[in-house]
């Protein structure tokens, strides 16, 4: 059974629009991650979320593309803003399960048009 | 961030050989050290990990060692099925941040 739900598994979406991405936990975590991976390639962290604070950025990636919130210890959302084809990608959440590891999303394939 | 390298980028085997995958890390701070295979379409999925106390773990045909002072840890597949076929990421944690290598595409022949 999932332990970390993720949803929508897929979108097809118009340039410009905005997509917001859900991550739900079946527990609670302190950290939860939010990674890109292109077709091919390795994944990328995008940014790490704590609960009642600012989610931080690696670097290449800022805020106001991608804003995270973190409402509480079970839940993240990841919206990729005025989306751009280059944006097109699969986008996975992932939160350390303690015992059970560091564990993902089914992730979400995102197309943009 | 943490500089992660992963060798090789490619492997094949044969059905029943051994296949070691390496990882290089630097930052000394580490200290969870996982192994990740990913299906085609599929997400990553935790298969090993290994905690820096620890020099070496063994989970059936699938073991992973470390080794601390030259900052790189390996992931060792005996009797290779092509069900094990995948790629393979490593992920070591810095500063609970964990940055994946480049992956290895493991291809075991029948």
């Known amino acids: 059974s999932a332990v970390i739900s993720q949803k929508p598994s897929r979108d097809i979406c118009q340039r410009g629009t905005s997509l917001t991405i859900q991550c739900q936990v079946d527990s609670q975590v302190t950290m939860m991650f939010w990674y890109r991976q292109q077709p091919g390639q390795s994944l990328t962290l995008i940014a790490t979320a704590n609960q009642g604070s600012e989610a931080t950025y690696e670097s290449g990636f800022v805020i106001d593309k991608f804003p995270i919130s973190r409402p509480n210890l079970t839940f993240s959302t990841l919206t990729v803003s005025n989306m751009s084809p280059e944006d097109s990608s699969i986008y996975l959440c992932?939160?350390?399960?303690?015992?059970?590891?560091?564990?993902f999303g089914s992730g979400t394939r995102l197309t943009v048009v | 961030g943490e500089n992660v390298e992963q060798h090789p980028s490619t492997l094949s085997v044969q059905e029943g050989d051994s296949a070691v995958i390496k990882c290089t890390y630097s930052?000394?701070?580490?200290?969870?050290f996982p192994w990740y295979k990913q299906e085609l379409g599929k997400r990553p999925q935790l298969i090993i990990d290994i905690r820096s106390n620890v020099g070496e773990k063994k989970d059936q045909r699938i073991a992973v060692t470390l080794n601390k002072t030259a900052k790189h840890f390996s992931l060792h597949i005996t009797e290779t099925q092509p069900e094990d076929s995948a790629v393979y990421f490593c992920?070591?944690?810095?500063?609970?941040?964990?940055?994946f290598g480049s992956g290895t595409k493991l291809n075991v022949k029948p």
């Open positions: 992920a070591p944690i810095s500063f609970n941040k964990f940055y």
């Open positions: 930052d000394s701070a580490s200290n969870y």
């Open positions: 992932s939160a350390d399960r303690q015992l059970k590891g560091y564990t």
